[in-house]
Every structure is written in C-alpha cells, then in structure tokens.
C-alpha cells in the first residue's frame, strides 16, 4: 500500500463513532493515515460529548461536520470501516466503490443513558476501543501491505479487541 493510506470510517449518524475514528486515525496516523467519515443517514451535528472525550484526551478536533457518504462519491478511499453496532439492530452503510472494506461493529455512545458520569464513560469506552485498533493499525508495516493483506490485518485487528 502506499502512503499515506486513506481510510473511511462510516456509520449511520456520523455523529460519534466515525467522528471519533476519523480524529484519532489522523492524529495517531501522523500523515501516515489520512481519514475522513461519513455517515448514511447523517445526524447533520457531530455531538458534543465525541468533541469533548477527544478534547480531553489532546486530539486535535478541527472542524468535523456530520455528512453524508454521498458527499464523498468523487473520493478514493484505500479502506472503509464501518462502526455501526449492528448486533443493536442498526443498519451499517454498504460502499460500493472498490475499496477494502472492514467492519468494526461498536456500540453507539449517543444512545448510552442513565446520569452524566455513565454516558461519560460510554464514550469514553467508544474512545478506547478505537484507540487501540488504530494504535494496532499504526503499528502495522503499511507499506509492504497487499490490500487483501491490509483487510485481513484490519480484520484481525477487531477480533483480537474481543467484541461482536
């Protein structure tokens, strides 16, 4: 593969999950990754507790808007991830373009209830989780990657996390 590798995360609202991976695989990346988000019913606002959790932990917010995929039919993507929880019943966004496509099933933090501290660390946990499979996808040797070798190691990557 060559660098820098450019990744799509996709899921339904666009508004936490892919926001989340979108900010952390571009600052974990270090211009070695290059990734956007989208999302296939877009919520049309990013939430603010995804903002907040990436603030607290010092990466870099820029300026994420909550958009739809189709806004991004006129970009190559070398690897879509799609997020969405679908063992919650959510319906995960299907790319049609020819690129790798992995799916990182995580629960939605922005359906988390209870009081503050509960749904603070239902994003925390979102946060966590895709911190450590982009942490493992950095560590990867990117460059001598084939790309059914890239969706093989993504794919391993979720496994190894231990989640649906």
Same mark, same amino acid.
């Given at each position: ?9 996709? @899921?339904?609202?666009? &508004? @936490? ?7 952390? *695989?571009? %600052?974990? $990346?270090?211009?070695?990754? =290059? ?5 296939? %019913? ?12 990436? !603030?607290?932990? $010092? ?6 808007? &909550? ?6 039919? +006129?970009?190559?993507? +070398?690897?879509? =991830?799609?997020? @969405? +929880? *679908?063992?919650?019943?959510?319906? @995960? ?9 992995? %799916? ?8 988390? !209830? ?10 925390? *946990?979102?946060? #966590? ?11 990867? +040797?990117? !460059? ?8 093989? &190691?993504? #794919?391993? =990557? ?5 989640? %649906?």
């Amino acid at each position: 593969m060559k660098a820098p590798l450019k990744i799509l995360f996709l @899921c339904t609202a666009n &508004s @936490c999950r892919s926001i989340l991976g979108e900010a952390l *695989a571009n %600052h974990l $990346g270090e211009g070695r990754l =290059i990734a956007r988000s989208a999302g296939s %019913h877009p919520s049309g606002r990013v939430h603010p507790r995804a903002l907040a959790v990436l !603030e607290r932990h $010092g990466v870099p917010v820029g300026q994420p808007v &909550s958009k739809s995929m189709d806004d991004l039919d +006129d970009e190559w993507f +070398d690897v879509v =991830i799609t997020v @969405c +929880d *679908a063992a919650a019943g959510e319906a @995960c966004p299907v790319w049609l373009a020819e690129s790798a496509k992995v %799916h990182w099933g995580i629960p939605d933090p922005a359906a988390a !209830e209870g009081d503050d501290p509960a749904i603070e660390a239902a994003f925390e *946990a979102t946060y #966590q989780r895709l911190r450590g499979r982009l942490e493992k996808l950095v560590a990867l +040797d990117l !460059e001598s990657m084939t790309p059914p070798g890239l969706t093989a &190691s993504l #794919q391993k =990557i979720h496994r190894e996390a231990g989640e %649906h």
